[in-house]
């Protein structure tokens, strides 16, 4: 069981170019949620998805921004157009039951860091 | 709008000490609150959970407690070891149907000098 793994692991980009950022659920997990954690700053929610659907996007910027967990493959995390803010370490995480469950767990990955020039 | 804080931010302490890490929230009404650790470069490992109805939790040397009402949870850690250096998040989740997210502290950063 290899865990959630996230790619790439760094990412650097020049301004106004796209992002792509992967995360691979453990196994058996069909729930993903994605955080963002800007520098000296704590993780902030970003968006919560289950196959194929968003559940919940409240914690993503209105724009440039984009997430999508399709029937086969890893969810995807889109940022179009960066700017230098978008610099930060954006975490994924997968749970094997929905969040209303009381013993859910969520697992995370190891990050993927994002450095915008 | 939940709030979370962590204090201190960063904690030094010499190996062995037994210490405590301290997590407030602003809003009583959670469903859980869960300790995890953050090692450089990777991921959040967690810790222990507490759900809204318990006062505390153990695992080996952890011991997390509870305090809704007031708003508080401290993280105990019994005979620290340079293994335990790594940062510390709190986060809790919200009650309340819908209620997905998890709001994190910003941590406190433990460093355990052999």
């Known amino acids: 069981n290899a865990g959630v793994m996230q790619n790439p692991r760094h990412l650097v980009r020049r301004r106004g170019q796209e992002a792509r950022l992967r995360c691979s659920p453990m196994?058996?997990?069909?729930?993903v949620y994605w955080y963002r954690q800007l520098p000296e700053e704590g993780l902030k929610f970003m968006v919560y998805?289950?196959?194929?659907?968003?559940?919940?996007e409240s914690g993503m910027p209105k724009e440039r921004f984009s997430a999508e967990f399709p029937k086969e493959g890893p969810s995807i995390l889109r940022i179009q157009q960066v700017v230098r803010g978008d610099s930060a370490a954006y975490f994924c995480?997968?749970?094997?039951?929905?969040?209303?469950?009381?013993?859910?767990?969520?697992?995370f990955g190891a990050g993927s860091r994002l450095t915008v020039l | 709008k939940q709030e979370v804080t962590q204090i201190p931010a960063a904690l030094s302490v010499p190996e062995g000490e037994n210490l405590v890490l301290n997590c407030s929230f602003t809003?009583?009404?959670?469903?859980?609150l869960q300790w995890f650790r953050q090692d450089p470069g990777k991921g959040l490992t967690s810790l222990l959970l507490?759900?809204?109805?318990?006062r505390e939790q153990t695992s080996g040397r952890l011991n997390a407690s509870l305090d809704k009402s007031s708003g508080r949870s401290t993280l105990y850690i019994a005979a620290s070891q340079p293994g335990d250096s790594a940062t510390y998040l709190c986060?809790?989740?919200?009650?309340?149907?819908?209620?997905?997210?998890?709001?994190f502290g910003k941590g406190t950063k433990l460093s355990v000098i052999p």
């Open positions: 995480a997968s749970s094997p039951r929905g969040p209303l469950d009381g013993a859910n767990v969520l697992t």
């Open positions: 196994k058996g997990h069909s729930h």
């Open positions: 998805l289950q196959k194929e659907n968003i559940i919940d």
């Open positions: 809003d009583s009404a959670i469903y859980n």
């Open positions: 507490i759900q809204s109805s318990q």
């Open positions: 986060a809790v989740r919200d009650s309340g149907a819908g209620s997905y997210q998890l709001t």
